[in-house]
């Protein structure tokens, strides 16, 4: 079996039962998949289309109340095939990305929810609107431009390797931006950050949700 009531009740407990835990399935099998969910997992994180395409059956054929969340970067001529299979895009990092998700979402008459990715570490080899102003830029252009589009937060990637100063930086620098955006709508409410290694700095610097992976479902191969 997989860990995952393990972790699940130690990111209830450290965050005090407000942070929602997204089981990061990448490179895992279905059938670890669906013994996390009988353990209670709901929500799986995936960074890649054609493994979420090959991997879950789809949406209307899944067992009850399971999500997939797409986490890795998304280029734009995946789009069309992703929007129809996931609940949410957490790595929305680029104006044309924003347009062509709204093409696309809108081709099917579906609303999807999407984070909108900050590089925090402002780290070249990452992802992720660098700037904050560009980031609120596009949180407004959201809101009053696409309307098969619902914004629901801000997503980071802590610094490459291990410090707890750097760590803290980033992750409060994202609680920053993503406080300058919360007031926009009523529907931005995550601020998502943390992964195996570090969801405990980032629950403490404010976030809500966490990705992890390894500690559910071991290493991957």
Known sequence: MTEYRKVYDEVRSVSGGKAVL??????????AVLEAY?????IFGENRVQEIEAKFPLPENRPEGMEVYLI???????????VPLVSRIESVDSMPLIEKIEQEASRI?????????YNSSGEEQKSGFISADELCDAALFIIRSCP?????????????????EKNMAAFNATRDVFQRISSLSDDIDVLSRGMSADWKEAIEAGSNEVRIGTAIFGERK
Do not use: C
């Open 38 to 42: 009988a353990e209670g997992a709901r």
């Open 22 to 31: 997204v089981s990061v399935s990448k490179f895992h099998p279905y059938e």
């Open 148 to 164: 098969h589009i619902r914004l629901r937060g801000v997503m980071t990637i802590g610094p490459l390797g291990y410090d707890r």
């Open 72 to 82: 890795g970067q998304l280029q734009r001529n995946k789009v069309r095939k992703v």
């Open 109 to 117: 008459d579906k609303r999807i929810d999407v984070l909108l990715e």
